[in-house]
């Protein structure tokens, strides 16, 4: 019998070593020390021995079986660690896969400044109107003073459709349809798209602008009011630069003045996009006429409005040349944003 369990325990020794799955752990164990195991069996055959054959028998069966539970532990350990790392491999995440999809967007250059442009006017208290894009002749010309004929229309090459609607060739007429909607007192800006016909290095038929507006009793707004916040406003956008106000016209704005920063390309000290005057024109601005008020009948008020393209902002901002570019969806272009 001794011989036998020799045996036995190089055949268990062989068994080990030909294990690959923790199923055919499981098939052994149960082969040798499972109620029908062979082990088992020898145990069991102990009864039948002589006295002092069993000891000696017994030893060696409790030797060999400490032996297969310490040779079990440990290929059960390395089996199971052998299963978790191929698992691990198997639903491994690659984080650094993200660098390889496409680039993120933080919106479009004119988008980006007109955000600039709006955050700056939100955290000043101002609130957001729109109006329609295809605006009446009433609203866009007649209300902002401007009447049939009058020569000033002849500075926006406007789109006609029939029964004198238009697109919108600025948004000053949101000035008209803000007064004509809301009491007292008014701080809002209107940006939008607006619409002429125009199309050359600095224009495009379709472009946008910031209308701003604040109305309130007479004598509470004044052009002071005006020209601090577009003086705040510029150099928000522009950094540290000089603003200047120069006299002007508007029919909807008496006294009217176009607002200049200091060239943002030569510093001031003229070069060719500047026209070598050192000064860069970027809005339009003044007190609102009476006129306006007149058509939305308003009595007692004073005000100011100003408005602004974004285009030109942006060009600037980026130093851009030709304004076309923002609108021919060319990667190369929009990428470097
Ligand atoms: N609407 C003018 C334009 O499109 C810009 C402008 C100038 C708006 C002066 C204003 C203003 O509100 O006061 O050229």
């Known amino acids: 019998m001794l011989v036998e369990i020799e045996k036995l325990e190089q055949e268990i020794q062989q068994d080990f070593h030909n294990i690959k799955t923790t199923e055919q752990l499981e ?45 079990y532990e440990d290929k059960k350990q390395t089996l199971d660690a052998a299963k978790l790392s191929a698992q691990l491999e198997q639903e ?34 101002f609130s957001i109107q729109s109006g329609p894009l295809i605006e009446d002749d009433f609203h866009n010309f007649e209300a902002l003073n401007l009447p049939k004929f009058h020569p000033a229309r002849d500075m926006q090459d406007t789109f006609y459709f029939k029964d004198s609607l238009l697109l ?18 008014i701080r809002v800006i209107a940006p939008g798209n607006v619409f002429r016909r125009d199309y050359d ?30 003086e705040d406003f510029l150099r928000y956008i522009f950094g540290d630069v000089r603003v200047r106000f120069r006299a002007s016209f508007f029919p909807f704005t008496e006294p009217s003045a176009e607002v200049d920063i200091s060239c ?24 609102v006429h009476s006129n306006v008020f007149k058509a939305v009948g308003y009595e007692n008020v004073s005000g100011y409005a100003f408005g602004l393209g974004v285009e030109r902002f942006a060009m600037l ?4 040349n030709d304004l076309r570019s923002f609108f021919e969806t060319d990667l190369r272009v929009l990428e470097q944003f």
């Open 264 to 287: 943002v390309f030569c510093k001031g000290n003229g070069c060719r996009v500047c026209s070598h005057t050192g000064w860069l024109e970027v809005l339009g601005c003044g007190v």
């Open 168 to 185: 919108r060739t600025h948004t000053s007429p949101v000035q008209i349809r803000t007064m004509e909607t809301h009491s007292l007192p």
């Open 92 to 125: 491994y995440i690659d984080v650094s896969l993200f660098n390889t999809l496409k680039p993120q967007s933080l919106g479009h250059p004119i988008a980006q400044v007109l955000d600039k442009i709006v955050d700056y006017f939100i955290n000043m208290n």
């Open 27 to 71: 098939n052994l164990r149960v082969q040798i020390v499972g109620k029908k195991g062979k082990l088992t069996a020898y145990f069991s055959a102990l009864r039948d021995l002589e006295p002092e054959n069993k000891k000696q028998v017994a030893q060696k069966l409790n030797v060999l079986k400490n032996h297969f539970e310490s040779l």
């Open 317 to 320: 901002l980026h130093r851009v």
């Open 201 to 230: 290095l600095t224009h495009s038929p379709m472009f946008h602008q910031v209308e701003g507006l604040v109305v309130d009793e007479m004598g509470k707004i004044s052009f002071a009011n005006l020209k601090f916040i577009l």
